[in-house]
């Protein structure tokens, strides 16, 4: 672990791959050069490809605190950014006026100080912990609405918010930024020109494979190998919501605690809830799929294990 930024793409492809974040070079170089640059990295994707994991391993590979904004529909200024302690500010007028304070301004300064703002994610990230910068996840900022979008601009432009009654609070190192988006709706340009900008999408099958052997490592090479087979598959179908990572990771996971070294039609019927969360696309594959794509990937298996052994006796 160690607090020092990427000094090459090469090396935050080892940063990441030292914390089993299995990245292709595309993603490696446009992390590398959001560091380097101090620009905010926008990622795009489904969801369920890997995208807040990213804040998360530059949080811990960088020793860096995580601060999370978990963004919804409605969100504003108070519960982004910071607010006022009105309550403790009503104690401390009362208690002003009971002992004969009547100086107003002094009284005004006072309740408006730092002991009664309440720091929100987006101010605390412009502030250093220990001397460190922290790394601000601003996660599926699609739920949100434009305005807040709008209000962003000042943020990841200079890195400052400006609160009427203190002034503008300014970063003295920027933080890292990761903003994720499932494109749920557009984001306004304006705000995308202010990033970096990388479209997170569904891992091949080797890098599938290689991600289930490092975050499951219980799993045998022949459960692993069919799982990733099957949700290759399954992503070829017409679902309404494709498995991402995150669900290939739990059935392999769920097969593991139930014993299983291998697929077999009666625990993928039992198991399709992990890894598919639509009932119309859970009864498509119960209904006519399952079988064809079981036997699909096991027929690719021995195809593939013949060519290998063809290959390895000089054939």
Request: overall charge negative.
């Amino acid at each position: 672990m160690t607090n020092a930024i990427p000094t090459s793409i090469d090396a935050t492809l080892a940063l990441l791959e030292g914390a089993d974040y299995v990245a292709d070079r595309s993603l490696a170089t446009v992390l590398y050069l959001s560091l380097k640059m101090q620009r905010p990295l926008f990622l795009e994707g489904e969801a369920g490809v890997g995208k807040t994991e990213i804040a998360k391993v530059l949080s811990s590979s960088l020793d860096r605190p995580l601060i999370r904004l978990q963004c919804y529909e409605g969100l504003d200024i108070s519960s982004a950014v910071y607010e006022w302690n009105y309550a403790a500010q009503m104690v401390d007028i009362r208690m002003r006026e009971a002992s004969g304070d009547t100086n107003r301004d002094a009284m005004e300064d006072d309740v408006f100080s730092d002991r009664f703002l309440i720091r929100r994610p987006i101010l605390q990230a412009l502030e250093q912990v220990d001397g460190r910068a922290p790394v601000l996840l601003i996660d599926e900022l699609d739920r949100t609405d434009e305005a807040f979008e709008a209000f962003l601009l000042e943020i990841l432009s200079d890195f400052q918010v400006t609160i009427p009654e203190l002034g503008t609070i300014k970063a003295a190192e920027p933080p890292i930024v990761i903003i994720t988006t499932n494109r749920t709706r557009e984001i306004h340009d304006a705000l995308k020109r202010r990033c970096l900008y990388h479209w997170v999408d569904y891992p091949e099958a080797d890098r599938e494979l290689e991600i289930v052997r490092r975050k499951v490592p219980g799993a045998g090479a022949v459960l692993s190998q069919e799982v990733v087979g099957y949700v290759q598959r399954l992503r070829q179908q017409e679902l309404f919501k494709n498995p991402g990572i995150a669900e290939t990771l739990d059935w392999a996971t769920a097969l593991m605690e139930l014993d299983k070294v291998a697929l077999d039609p009666q625990a993928i019927s039992d198991t399709l809830g992990v890894v598919l969360k639509y009932q119309d696309d859970i009864a498509q594959i119960q209904a006519s799929e399952s079988a064809a794509i079981l036997k699909e990937i096991r027929a690719e298996a021995r195809s593939h294990g013949a060519k290998e052994g063809a290959a390895a006796s000089g054939g």
